[in-house]
């Protein structure tokens, strides 16, 4: 996650220069190379970092009105008929394999999941 908010990071610096030499090729051929520059270095920031927000900001909202991590985990497990697997898990979570793998380790520890075979938990 956070190797693609750098890499997100660097596109915004690119983007933002790039909208820069533009903003200043116009302006050679109008006279006005200082103020578009300026005006176009500061468009791009505000135009990606306000749906940048809006973005962590419904995330947060939605994490917070699901619970915790193990309580989601749970929820998951316990709404499988069968049983989920691990590809479901991920899916349905969206947690990375770290995080996925710690909180069934914990879940299993308290006993409230068990494994019915690899890879495969059953609300306990």
Known sequence: MKKVQTQIKSLEKNIAALQGKLAKLKG???????PAKK????AP?????????????????????KGTVLE?????????RNGAN????????????RQLSNALYKLSKKGQ????????????
């Open 28 to 34: 050679q051929k109008s006279g006005k190379a200082a």
């Open 39 to 42: 005006a176009a270095a500061k």
């Open 45 to 65: 920031k505000k135009a990606v970092a306000a749906p940048k927000k809006k973005a962590t900001a419904k995330k947060a909202s939605a994490d917070a009105a």
């Open 72 to 80: 989601n985990v749970l929820d998951v497990i316990g709404k499988s």
């Open 86 to 97: 691990i590809a479901d898990l991920k899916t349905k979570t969206n947690l990375e394999s």
């Open 113 to 124: 999941i068990k494994t019915i075979s690899r890879g495969v938990y059953v609300k306990a």
